[in-house]
């Protein structure tokens, strides 16, 4: 038996596919390669890097989906399914709009693949494939550690994505992992997270938590483990961390480099109106957070939401000129989307406000980084150019150089110089490109 496992691409730039020069291994599919049984083949394929060999034999094609990959996944799917080749989704979208994906697949998998994977593949083989597998698990990865030698020549950035824990227990109104979590967490044992480190053969770790502090006595744990096996490494947290000083310490013995963090707003109506609880403690504007953060050099990637219902222009041009001030390493503008199946979403469709008949994803008329609904103080079309410039004013040569000045983070070693320079006009040049891009290949 034959497996094909897809991660499809986001779409494409006029009539070129987009091609991502920043992409990270897919881990999920290495997950899944590693749960098939001997005599099963298994073949890896990036969209965002390689053709999709339609016509090659395979009995069985399982796609990874997002939102922003949906339309994309379902082309794919059509593809196989019209050649007799039987399709699985799953992954987030599938799991939140499962009604949808079913229209596009033979099965769709809701929920984590671990405890089902086994079955679908049982099934699979036996010409007895349920429509869809229910995959709800305690157990993160369950002892498996992913095939990474199907990564190899596929151009991925030179950083090992390693997962420690899955979901988070905070209920931020835009978060679609919120959504998918039930606001449950879990992790995986530390002797297990140490093997698979010691198993591979870099320095630098990604750990692909959505928020590797949610369990701080169970981060904590990790930390000491890891400060003996000398590693840099990077995640995603919240705010919250810089006031548990043993954390901050743990964290940084044990080679973290920085964070992404999800500032989101700074001011604090639009902070409670989002339900942004781990941000709101003692706020002041960040200023203490960042004063900590700075103390510990952590080189932040700062994330910020725009368009919420109190958000003005004028609030919009502060939050750059906030950013830029704090001279973070790295940040993102993205414009608030309302993800299927969060509260927010709810709340826009229940205000008429959602754009796009409220399935963005798949809508013709939709393209990359645009507003999908109606913000309460400026048109979509304000918001998206808004967003867009913020994003090139952030990402401009000047604002490049300026913010590479300061001593306790992006001057603070030799290494950390390197990470600025080596990312900075990488992302640069991958968030520029992005903008207006058309969800999926085929032309509408
Ligand atoms: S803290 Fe981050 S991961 Fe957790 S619910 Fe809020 S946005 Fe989502």
Redesign the pocket.
């Known amino acids: 038996m034959k497996i094909t496992l897809i991660r499809p691409n986001i779409g494409r730039l006029g009539d070129v596919p987009y091609f991502d020069e920043g992409r990270m291994e897919p881990l999920q599919l290495g997950l899944l390669a590693a749960m098939c049984p001997a005599d099963w083949e298994v073949r890896l394929v990036d969209d965002r890097c390689e053709h999709i060999p339609f016509d090659e034999p395979t009995d069985l094609v399982a796609i990874t989906v997002e939102v922003f990959t949906a339309r994309r996944a379902y082309e794919i799917s059509e593809q196989y399914r019209t050649r007799g080749v039987r399709v699985v989704l799953g992954g987030f979208h599938p799991t939140l709009i499962p009604e949808e994906a079913a229209l596009y697949a033979d099965a769709i998998v809701i929920g984590d693949a671990e405890p089902v994977w086994s079955q679908v593949l049982a099934d699979a083989k036996a010409c007895n494939l349920q429509s869809r597998y229910d995959g709800y698990t305690g157990k993160v990865q369950n002892g498996i550690l992913p095939r990474r030698d199907l990564y190899k020549g596929k151009g991925y950035l030179p950083i090992t994505l390693i997962q420690f824990s899955r979901?988070?227990?905070?209920?931020?109104e835009?978060?679609?992992?919120?959504a998918y979590f039930q606001?449950r967490y879990t992790s995986r044992p530390v002797d297990e997270v140490v093997r698979e480190i010691e198993a591979q053969d870099r320095q630098l770790v990604f750990f692909v938590d959505?928020?590797v502090v949610?369990d701080p006595a169970m981060s904590k744990q990790l930390f000491r483990r890891l400060i003996p096996l000398r590693i840099r490494w990077v995640s995603?947290g919240?705010?919250d961390m810089v006031w548990d000083s043993e954390l901050m310490d743990l964290m940084c013995e044990s080679g973290c480099l920085g964070n992404v963090i999800?500032f989101?707003s700074i001011t604090q109506e639009s902070l409670t109106g989002?339900?942004?609880?781990?941000?709101l403690k003692g706020f002041d504007r960040y200023e203490k957070a960042i004063q900590i953060l700075k103390q510990y050099g952590l080189q932040t990637w700062a994330a910020f939401t725009l368009g919420c219902d109190t958000d003005t222009r004028q609030s919009l041009y502060d939050t750059l000129d906030f950013a830029v001030h704090h001279k973070f390493t790295f940040a993102a503008f993205n414009v608030l989307m309302p993800y299927y199946g969060t509260p927010l979403y709810s709340k826009l469709a229940a205000q008429g406000r959602l754009l796009f008949d409220g399935r963005w994803w798949l809508h013709s008329g939709y393209r990359f980084n645009h507003a999908a609904f109606k913000p309460a103080q400026m048109s979509p079309e304000e918001l998206t150019e808004m967003a867009f410039e913020l994003r090139s004013r952030w990402n401009s040569a000047s604002s490049i150089l300026s913010r590479f000045f300061d001593l306790k983070t992006n001057m603070r070693t030799p290494y950390r110089m390197a990470i600025y320079w080596m990312y900075n006009p990488l992302f640069r040049k991958e968030t520029l490109k992005k903008q207006g891009m058309f969800l999926g290949m085929e032309p509408v």
Not at 167 to 172: D, H, K, S, T
Not at 274 to 279: H, Y
């Open positions: 979901g988070c227990r905070y209920a931020c835009f978060c679609a992992i919120s606001q959505d928020n949610a995603q919240s705010m999800g989101e989002m339900n942004k609880a781990p941000n």
